[in-house]
């Protein structure tokens, strides 16, 4: 008998940290999440067929989420691949061309059609990216409410 309680210990102590393990799952690793959406502009106009970043800075710094503009210049970022959304707190936001070219964008005729194809002349696209187009962007917004509707407005 002795045998069999020694046995059992054995399983209990090796199949508890495996049971505490599992019930951490399914949380994102970098705290809460928000489902976000809104409009993004340029100087007023809608900005359609990019991509939009939100990159977590400050004491919450980790995963980036990103999601696609539409034809109208909406965006919806409410599941992103095991990350639900967002990380909550505070975020710097950039925009990015989807299109990927044969020559990189390098050539005057691929960056024309990635700027009609964001609805924007070859000078606004190139401004825009020089702008709001890498992590170095000065546009930032919170992220607080679960779910959250934040407009872009870029100028």
Same mark, same amino acid.
């Given at each position: 008998?002795?045998?069999?309680? &020694?046995?059992?210990?054995?399983?209990?102590?090796?199949?508890?940290?495996?049971?505490?393990?599992?019930?951490?799952?399914?949380?994102? /690793?970098?705290?809460?999440?928000?489902?976000?959406?809104?409009?993004?502009?340029?100087?007023?106009?809608?900005?359609?067929?990019?991509?939009?970043?939100?990159?977590?800075?400050?004491?919450?710094? *980790?995963? %980036?989420?990103? @999601?696609? !503009? &539409?034809?109208?210049?909406?965006?919806?970022?409410?599941?992103?691949?095991?990350?639900?959304?967002?990380?909550?707190? =505070? =975020?710097?936001?950039?925009?990015?061309? %989807?299109?990927?070219? !044969?020559? @990189?964008?390098?050539?005057?005729?691929?960056?024309?059609?990635?700027?009609?194809?964001? *609805?924007?002349?070859?000078?606004?696209?190139? /401004?825009?990216?020089?702008?709001? *187009?890498?992590?170095?962007?000065?546009? /930032?917004?919170?992220?607080?409410?679960?779910?959250?509707? !934040?407009? !872009?407005?870029?100028?």
């Amino acid at each position: 008998m002795r045998y069999c309680s &020694d046995a059992l210990r054995v399983a209990v102590l090796v199949t508890l940290p495996v049971v505490f393990t599992l019930a951490g799952c399914g949380k994102s /690793e970098y705290g809460a999440t928000a489902r976000v959406s809104g409009k993004v502009t340029y100087k007023g106009k809608p900005v359609p067929n990019m991509l939009i970043n939100f990159m977590p800075v400050g004491a919450k710094e *980790g995963r %980036p989420s990103w @999601g696609t !503009i &539409d034809g109208s210049g909406n965006y919806k970022m409410d599941e992103e691949g095991d990350l639900k959304g967002v990380i909550m707190g =505070h =975020h710097k936001v950039y925009i990015t061309a %989807p299109a990927t070219t !044969i020559d @990189g964008g390098t050539s005057k005729a691929s960056k024309k059609a990635i700027a009609e194809a964001a *609805g924007l002349t070859p000078e606004e696209f190139l /401004e825009l990216r020089n702008k709001y *187009g890498s992590e170095d962007t000065k546009y /930032e917004v919170d992220v607080t409410t679960d779910p959250q509707v !934040i407009d !872009i407005k870029l100028e």
